[in-house]
């Protein structure tokens, strides 16, 4: 059963932007620490990014700095991840999950058991 709801994924060129939205269906987002994560074909899954529910911490992966942007709008129980600057490295599939983020954002992993279907993201010339 799914608890949560991707959209916003698409094919881009290289350099273009997309923002993933993440919306909580039978859970309330704002209780929970909650990350966006990848996996490629043939790869392992990536922790992409995580928000903390409890002192707004947040976790980027080395690979997304400066060009990806994770936010909350508990009025909408939604997650966002704003990608800019794509590169044809972050073509996968994205799930959000419920999360645990520590060390003040060094550090996320999944936790809890919540996920959503996924949404994909190409980026390609």
């Known amino acids: 059963q799914v608890q949560l709801a991707e959209s916003g994924g698409g094919s881009v060129q290289p350099g273009g932007s997309l923002r993933l939205s993440c919306v909580g269906l039978?859970?309330?987002?704002?209780?929970?620490?909650i990350g966006w994560f990848r996996q490629a074909p043939g790869k392992g899954r990536e922790e992409v990014s995580c928000?903390?529910?409890?002192?707004?911490?947040?976790y980027y992966a080395d690979s997304v700095k400066g060009r990806f942007t994770i936010s909350r709008d508990n009025a909408k129980n939604t997650v966002y991840l704003q990608m800019n600057s794509l590169k044809p490295e972050d073509t996968a599939v994205y799930y959000c999950?419920?999360?645990?983020?520590w060390g003040g954002g060094g550090s996320c992993r999944y936790a809890y058991g919540y996920w959503g279907q996924g949404t994909q993201v190409t980026v390609s010339s």
């Open positions: 999950g419920t999360a645990t983020v």
């Open positions: 039978e859970i309330i987002l704002d209780y929970y620490d």
């Open positions: 928000t903390s529910s409890r002192d707004g911490s947040t």
